[in-house]
């Protein structure tokens, strides 16, 4: 638990066991939140978690592999999620396989003169959301996690069961990187995901896919006076 | 317009040259880029050592390193390790292994992918448990033994797309009686 004592924001990470495609991710935060969480408080939940309760995700080695995607792959940086053939097929099959080889194409072209990131702005939504073997807990760390489905229409669906200040799913790394994928209204993601940097949710083995910001609406409130 | 037919020629050559060297410079991008390459260093494996016992069953291991040889990272998914010791061979004895990330020791036979950058290794324990059957003590089950093959199956990915790679090694009857403290008897 950390807090950050002049502004009263608590950050509680909640676990559980492990969630997979049969559970419904709104249902499971409500059990697992129950009698924790108040009108002034945010919910965040871990955006591979949210995935793989919609079923997004492909075991590895049952990808059918296409030598466009084998090619495409070795343009990406060997640390990168698209860097496999797995993981680029599968951005192939959610995106497109000539939308995708285009903006690498055009990507590679672009970052020789600088100009970089174009890859994954033209390369569709997956693409930078796409979790590779290893990216996520057992039992997936042998599949390749989709980034989740309508995330807006999930927050605001865990707003309203939790009665909370707002919701939000995020993509959370030990490498102080937090990035908002979906967001409810009226709160504040950038101040949220500022928060997340240490990453509440922890490591894989740690099983803490979902935690509370206590009294974010005041913290929020405060820094707008 | 029609174009003369050398002219046509001349333009075509180029952009056959064009394409040539656009794929000469792919292949060249390529290759300097690298791939993984996962190697198991069995030979250079620790002395196999006992690692649980009880009266009627015995655990050995010992550690290996897999090795990424190449320029690109690798994926290490899973370890598998088979022991081939059918009844028909020796029935008093059941054997099963097992392999586990050093750095990250489980008790549920599930092998957790790790990643093994380029040009470093990741650390494996196997472990090998020998089961007396038939109400032998393990000591005596053990002075009977016979070699056991096992099979190392493994799975990798990186620039290449997962597929999985074997190797066999064979834990003799006289590495397993000689860690155990068992006499080997002649049968």
Redesign the interface.
């Known amino acids: 638990m950390t807090t950050t004592q002049e502004l009263r924001v608590e950050t509680i990470p909640i676990s559980t066991r492990i969630l997979t495609q049969k559970d419904d991710i709104v249902e499971m935060v409500d059990k697992y939140t129950r009698g924790k969480i108040g009108e002034n408080d945010v919910i965040c939940v871990a955006e591979s978690v949210v995935a793989i309760t919609q079923g997004k995700f492909l075991v590895?080695?049952q990808i059918e592999?296409s030598g466009l995607a084998?090619l495409c792959?070795?343009f990406i940086p060997?640390?990168g999620s698209l860097?496999?053939?797995?993981g680029m097929q599968s951005l192939m099959n959610a995106e497109g396989k000539y939308r995708v080889a285009f903006a690498l194409f055009a990507g590679f072209m672009l970052k020789l003169v600088g100009l970089r990131g174009m890859f994954y702005k033209w390369g569709g939504e997956q693409a930078a959301l796409i979790d590779?073997?290893?990216g996520t807990m057992?039992?997936f760390?042998?599949c390749v996690v989709y980034g989740p489905a309508e995330p807006d229409k999930v927050v605001a669906n865990l707003k309203s069961k939790l009665g909370c200040f707002g919701a939000i799913i995020a993509d959370v790394n030990d490498l102080k990187r937090s990035r908002i994928v979906g967001v409810t209204p009226g709160m504040d993601g950038e101040l949220a995901s500022q928060l997340l940097i240490d990453n509440p949710f922890g490591n894989?083995?740690e099983k803490r896919p979902i935690c509370i910001l206590k009294n974010f609406r005041q913290y929020q409130e405060s820094l707008r006076k | 317009m029609t174009l003369e037919f050398p002219v046509a020629c001349v333009i075509g050559l180029g952009i056959l040259m064009i394409i040539s060297i656009f794929d000469l410079l792919i292949r060249l991008f390529?290759k300097l880029?690298g791939t993984e390459i996962v190697v198991p260093h069995f030979e250079k494996r620790s002395p196999w050592q006992v690692e649980n016992r009880d009266e009627t069953s015995i655990t050995l291991s010992t550690k290996f390193l897999f090795a990424n040889e190449g320029k690109?990272?690798a994926?290490l998914?899973?370890v598998i390790a088979r022991t081939q010791l059918p009844f028909e061979q020796y029935d008093a004895v059941e054997v099963r292994g097992r392999v586990e990330c050093e750095k990250?020791p489980r008790q549920d036979d599930?092998f957790?992918?790790?990643?093994i950058e380029?040009q470093e290794s990741l650390m494996v324990k196997a472990l090998v448990t020998l089961k007396a059957r038939k109400n032998f003590h393990i000591d005596e089950a053990l002075a009977h033994m016979v070699d056991v093959p096992i099979d190392f199956i493994y799975?990798t990915?990186?620039?290449?797309?997962?597929h999985y790679s074997k190797f066999r090694i064979v834990l003799t009857a006289e590495e397993i009686t000689q860690v155990a403290g068992v006499t080997l008897l002649k049968d």
């Open positions: 590895a080695d592999i084998k792959c070795r060997d640390y860097a496999t053939p797995h590779d073997v290893t057992p039992p760390d042998k894989a083995s | 390529l880029r690109s990272s994926m998914i899973d990250y599930y957790a992918a790790m990643i380029h799975e990915a990186g620039r290449n797309p997962c």
